[in-house]
Nanobody, 117 residues
Framework: QVQLVESGGGLVQPGGSLRLSCAASGSIFSFDVMAWYRQAPGKQRELVASITSGGSTNYADSVKGRATISRDNAKNTMYLQMNSLKPEDTAVYYC???????????WGKGTLVTVSS
């Protein structure tokens, strides 16, 4: 069972930047799609960005142009660089991974990002 641990959240002022990390306890080489989701208070969890094993990326319209997702298979880590942060980006950010070989989907416990002055 692979565990995912997010880090990098915190309090940031509007217009600021953060880099979130998602570290896996094992190899992510076999993971197909890895993704970042977020859930704001009182709202449903939503997809922020995803990246395939081949490096193809997809972004929610709300973060397009402000976010960059990447993965480093050698470090078993996925990243989310967020720039020009807005108060509406405030949420708990979750890491997700799909492992078709193990037929499993993994979730981290989340990291809180608060955008406020």
């Amino acid at each position: 069972q692979v565990q995912l641990v997010e880090s990098g959240g915190g309090l940031v002022q509007p217009g600021g930047s953060l880099r979130l990390s998602c570290a896996a306890s094992g190899s992510i080489f076999s993971f197909d799609v890895m993704a970042w989701y977020r859930q704001a208070p009182g709202k449903q969890r939503e997809l922020v960005a995803s990246i395939t094993s081949g490096g193809s990326t997809n972004y929610a319209d709300s973060v397009k142009g402000r976010a960059t997702i990447s993965r480093d298979n050698a470090k078993n880590t996925m990243y989310l660089q967020m720039n020009s942060l807005k108060p509406e980006d405030t949420a708990v950010y979750y890491c997700n991974a799909d492992d078709p070989i193990a037929r499993s989907q993994y979730w981290g416990k989340g990291t809180l990002v608060t955008v406020s002055s």
